[in-house]
C-alpha cells in the first residue's frame, strides 16, 4: 500500500473519527485509521481499524489518559460503510493499551455510573452470610506494582448493620504472577473477627483474579496490568460484537 492513505481510506477514517467523537463527553486527540479499500468496502471488508487517543471520557466521569488500540481484520456492512458508519457484520478481536492515571481511577469510582455497577456482596463465614454494601473508595498508586485501597462499607452481619472503614495493598495479577493482597486494616469501627477476614481475604483475590469482563456488546480479557506511581496500564484483548453507538 502506498504511503499515501488512499482517497476511500481516508474519507472512511475521517468520518469514523467524527462518528466516535461525537459520542464522546470530551476529547483532548483522537486518530482512527480505517485500513481498507474501495474494493474491499464493496465487499464488506476492512483489514483493520487502528485508534489511537488521549484524554477520553464517556459516561462524564469515566476517563482514559492513553488509548492504543488495534482490530484484526473486520466485516463490515458496506452500504453504510460508504457513508462513513461503521456497522460489524461479525464479532472482531482486537487488542488494546490503555493507561489511566489515580486522578483517573478515583474520578470514575465516584461516577453516577460506576456507582450504579457496584454490588453487595455476600461472604459465608462458619455457615452464616455476612454482606458488604460499598458506601466509598479511593484507591492509590504508590508505585513497586502496589495499589491501595482506601473505603467504607456497611456490614450486615446478624442482624446488624454497622459502618466499617478499611485500607487495604494489594499486587493485581500479571502475565507472570497472580493477585496477592498484602495487608488489610479496619481503620474505623468495632473491627471483624478473624474468620471474617479470612473469607474477605479470599473473596478479594477470587475477585482480583477475574480474568475478564464486559460492557454492553464488548467482552474484555486482561492479559496484563503494570502499576506504575500514579499510573495504571491495562493490556487487554476484547471481542466487540458492534461499535457502541450513541444511545450507550
Not at 484484526?72 to 457513508?83: K, L, Q, R, T, V
Not at 482506601?150 to 497472580?178: C, D, F, W
Amino acid at each position: 500500500m502506498p504511503d499515501e492513505h488512499r482517497l476511500e481510506e481516508e474519507f472512511l477514517s475521517q468520518e469514523v473519527e467524527k462518528q466516535i467523537s461525537n459520542q464522546l463527553d470530551e476529547v483532548e486527540q483522537i486518530e482512527i485509521d480505517v485500513q481498507t479499500d474501495l474494493l474491499k468496502i464493496l465487499q464488506g471488508q476492512a483489514d483493520g481499524v487502528s485508534v489511537v487517543g488521549q484524554g477520553l471520557v464517556i459516561k462524564k466521569d469515566i476517563r482514559v489518559q492513553e488509548i492504543k488500540l488495534q482490530t484484526d481484520s473486520i466485516a463490515i456492512n458496506p452500504f453504510s460503510a460508504i457513508f462513513g458508519q461503521i456497522e460489524l457484520n461479525e464479532p472482531v478481536n482486537t487488542i488494546a493499551r490503555i493507561i489511566l492515571t489515580e486522578v483517573d481511577i478515583n474520578r470514575a469510582l465516584t461516577s453516577e455510573f460506576i456507582r450504579s455497577q457496584m454490588q453487595n456482596f455476600e461472604l459465608n463465614v462458619d455457615g452464616e452470610i455476612v454482606s458488604f454494601e460499598p458506601e466509598k473508595i479511593q484507591v492509590f498508586l504508590p508505585g513497586d506494582g502496589k495499589v491501595e485501597f482506601r473505603g467504607k462499607v456497611l456490614l450486615k452481619e446478624m442482624g446488624n448493620t454497622r459502618p466499617l472503614a478499611y485500607t487495604a495493598i494489594a499486587r493485581p495479577r500479571t502475565h507472570s504472577q497472580p493477585a496477592t493482597l498484602q495487608g488489610f486494616n479496619c481503620t474505623e469501627g468495632e473491627g471483624i473477627s478473624i474468620e471474617l477476614i479470612t473469607a474477605f481475604m479470599q473473596k478479594a483475590k477470587e475477585l482480583m483474579n477475574i480474568p475478564s469482563f464486559k460492557w454492553e456488546d464488548i467482552a474484555f480479557y486482561i492479559k496484563d496490568i503494570e502499576v506504575q506511581k500514579s499510573t495504571l496500564i491495562l493490556m487487554l484483548e476484547a471481542q466487540v460484537k458492534q461499535i457502541p453507538s450513541a444511545s450507550i
